[in-house]
């Protein structure tokens, strides 16, 4: 800008992304006179900023005006005006104006890894960091190990869905985990976490943090493992992950678990003869009239991928029994005593009741079968 007998030129809309204070303004060109070269502060609304024993037509200082003494808290955007007279044979030139102030550092973290895992398998979580505008000191990254989404499994099936240090497989870059709360330069790392101590990180680093968390076999299916990474130093604001910046929050990353059964039934007879390939009841010397029918029931063996059977309940169709008590033997099968009289399920917690059901048997089992 030359300045025939006066003007100004403005700069405006200066808004750091993070800073700690604003340093000065600096005028590259050229003047024979201190008076003809001004600057004024603005803030972004155009309003003007103190008066003329401040930020209002303050001379340069070997081209430079400090206003370090300018509160960055109360103004984080600023417009600068610098104006130009034509005081003497000089025609003062200004070629830039520049604004500078004490940057600090600004962390950006994502967390990535799996979205659907086996049971049985291991989920493996990938945490990108990085640093910019300045240098930084003390750092710490940390992973709260993921919990289950309560809306993603029945806790009345009392399947134990919580991870812990012993889920952990491996941990990159000197990580560790703890089962406390942990205070690291400062910071708190809460119970249950991995966490890095990074130490000094320089502006425009970028770096990869892995941790590999083994699940149970046998868990349910559906289970939603949810989970964040963190990042943090004294000099910084605390960063979080967020898996979908089109919500409102930060977001988990989420890894669903998936696992099936595999029932397995054989059903087997005692106290009958053997004809071929039928079984008779023989009710003469040396057998009984009695015959014992066992149920065995089994999850087959996966070392993935297995869901438990959970709260099982075993039916037993009896029609075809219940049919050839009346038709070869001359049981009266509608009496509902008559039946109960000759079927009697040998554990607690079978179940056989003419008076609703008299073709089945229906065992509640105790335990949930693995």
Known sequence: VNALDSGYVIVGDVTPVSFSAWKEVTVNGSWNDDDDVLVSLYDCGGSAIGDNTNFQNQHLSGGKFDISALDHSVYSCLEVRVDLFDTDSVVPVVNDVSVSWDPLPVFLVSLNGDDVVQVGESMVYSILYSLSYSDDSNVVAWFPLPVANPSSYHSAYGQDVVLDGGNVV???????????????????????????DLGNVSAGTTDTLTVKIKTDNGLEDGIRYEGYAHIDSLAADEVVSDADSSVVGNQPFVTELNSSPSPYVLKTVSGTVTVGSAEYLYDGGGYSSVVNYSVLVKNDYAATGRETIFNPVVTDDLSDVINKLGSACGVNTSNPATLASLITPLESYGVYDPTTDPNSIVWNLPDNII
Do not use: F, K
């Not at 870059?173 to 703890?178: A, H, I, L, R, V």
């Open 170 to 196: 491996s941990i990159s870059n000197s990580g560790q985990y703890t089962n406390t709360d942990v205070v690291v330069h400062g910071i708190n790392v809460p119970a249950n976490s991995v966490y890095w």
